[in-house]
């Protein structure tokens, strides 16, 4: 009875922690220490010895990569919102990776005004970017999706965050827009609440994770990866273990069109999640050479924790049952009783699309998302090319 209460508890309280406790702790530390590590982009004493983007009259040139494949319906749109950006038009490369395309992709990108388009073999988003990183000019490069739309002051917002040379990865602020209203996705509740705690992490040295519709790396930093772990969780951790920051920008805003109903998000989430597991297991997260101890408990918490949710529903599900069938008492049938509640509120959304049942719902497919993502991964890996996600152009 003693080991399955230790097991129970020991499994819930590693969920509050991962879901709720992390970014309550950061809140509070971020309300005692508030001139800790400052917000990005801050001017530092430090000699610029990395070759920063520094102080200059003219910003840095930047070369803007967007990775494409078979995206004919929105690259014109993409691009000509990219060449509208404030931002000095002879301080900024606009570069289309167009990765295998079989549609018209290419010559709309070029009729839009890209600087530079390239036809590449179909290589995945990863080998696209790093091509494109070999043929770019600028001393940044950035990244956006083919979908993405960049507000006017981003591309300023984004690079000033360079202008401290510790910095080497900064990624914007995306919103997603909910395309087919009532559709059901709750992905922007989880989104401000993930935004939030992408602030504060930022604020106390580095981001754990990033994403893929704005951000920055200076040039000489770069790093090339595997083809089938994506930037957005591959090179922050990586940029930290160089001894540089992985920064969050709020002011450096974009926005996405989000898959419209549970069941895409939920594909699309797996699809994600079987991207990254390789980089948990054998990309080097796991491995806390590089990390100082406030970082390491932040990927511990924040992502390896969230990682293995899965499993800690699980396990707490099924000692909760044995504890209640064993006589364990009023405290652990209420527990039960909360745990069904939320399956039956997740299986009610499919018939009531009231806005908790949704929020339910929401939160019991992209909590089951990594197990399935691994179970992806295990039968028959991962593959580094990908298409749009359902309903998001």
């Known amino acids: 009875m003693l080991a399955l209460e230790v097991l129970f508890w020991l499994c819930a309280g590693l969920i509050l922690w991962t879901q709720l406790g992390y970014a309550l702790a950061l809140a509070i530390l971020a309300r005692l220490l508030p001139s800790a590590a400052g917000p990005p982009g801050e001017r530092t004493q430090r000699s610029p010895a990395r070759g920063g983007a520094g102080r200059s009259s003219d910003p840095p040139f930047l070369s803007l990569i967007i990775a494409a494949h078979d995206e004919q319906s929105v690259i014109a749109a993409t691009v000509q919102n990219a060449l509208a950006l404030d931002y000095p038009r002879e301080r900024l490369e ?6 295998g395309c079989g549609d018209e992709t290419a010559g709309r990108a070029r009729r839009a005004g890209a600087d530079l388009v390239l036809e590449l073999p179909r290589g995945g988003k990863i080998r696209a970017q790093d091509a494109a990183v070999e043929s770019a000019r600028g001393e940044i490069v950035a990244f956006s999706d083919a979908n993405a739309l960049w507000e006017a002051g981003a591309a300023r917002a ?5 202008e401290d040379p510790l910095v080497g990865y900064a990624c914007g602020q995306v919103s997603f827009v909910q395309g087919t209203p009532g559709a059901g996705n709750q992905e ?16 106390f040295g580095s981001i754990t994770a990033g994403n893929g519709a704005i951000y920055a790396t200076r040039r000489d930093s770069y790093i ?3 083809p089938v772990m994506g930037h957005d969780l591959s090179l922050p951790f990586n940029m930290v ?20 109903s549970l069941g895409g998000e939920f594909a699309r989430k797996r699809r994600m999640m079987s991207h990254t597991w390789p980089i948990l297991l054998r990309g080097g997260m796991l491995s806390p050479r590089g990390y100082r ?6 990927i511990f918490s924040h992502r390896v924790l969230r990682y293995i949710t899965p499993a800690l529903h699980a396990v707490a599900l099924a000692a909760n ?7 364990g008492g009023v405290l652990y049938t209420i527990t039960l009783a909360l745990q069904l509640a939320l399956l039956l509120a997740a299986a009610l959304a499919g018939v009531l699309k009231a806005r908790p049942l949704l929020i339910a719902r929401y939160y019991v497919l992209t909590t089951a998302s990594p197990a399935a993502g691994l179970w992806d991964w295990l039968r028959h890996g991962t593959t580094a090319s990908w298409d749009a996600a359902e309903g998001t152009r």
């Open 94 to 99: 606009v570069i289309v990776a167009c990765d």
């Open 158 to 162: 984004l690079v000033e965050a360079f």
């Open 188 to 203: 922007g509740v989880y989104w401000r609440y993930e935004l939030a705690l992408r602030a504060l992490e930022s604020r």
């Open 224 to 226: 090339v990866v595997d």
């Open 241 to 260: 273990k160089r001894g540089l920051r992985a920064v969050y920008v709020p002011g450096a805003r974009a926005s996405e069109k989000m898959v419209p």
């Open 293 to 298: 101890p406030g970082y390491a408990l932040m």
């Open 321 to 327: 049952v044995a504890l209640v069938a064993s006589g």
